[in-house]
């Protein structure tokens, strides 16, 4: 989760079925039926944040794209 402008957004990441759920005026994440963007990780590393969503500050953007990475390549993934 983030902060932006005064307004919250997060991001849940779905490792079961390989979707990222965006969220904005985010509260807890309890219901994945309140997302507002559903994005495939091939779609996040293709076209960044979804329009409706805010961008995260540089270090919360990289962590999400290290998850997502790792999410889609995961024997390619080596952590530093």
């Not at 309890?30 to 293709?46: A, G, I, R, Y």
Request: glycine share 8%; proline share 5%; hydrophobic share 40%.
């Amino acid at each position: 989760m983030w902060g932006v402008d005064g307004e919250v957004y997060g991001l849940s990441i779905d490792t079961e079925t390989k979707k990222l759920r965006w969220f904005a005026n985010a509260g807890c994440l309890c219901d994945w039926d309140d997302s507002e963007v559903d994005q495939t990780p091939v779609q996040f590393l293709e076209r960044g944040v979804p329009g409706r969503i805010a961008e995260p500050d540089t270090e919360t953007l990289h962590e999400i794209r290290r998850a997502v990475v790792a999410l889609v390549h995961p024997r390619d993934f080596v952590e530093n």
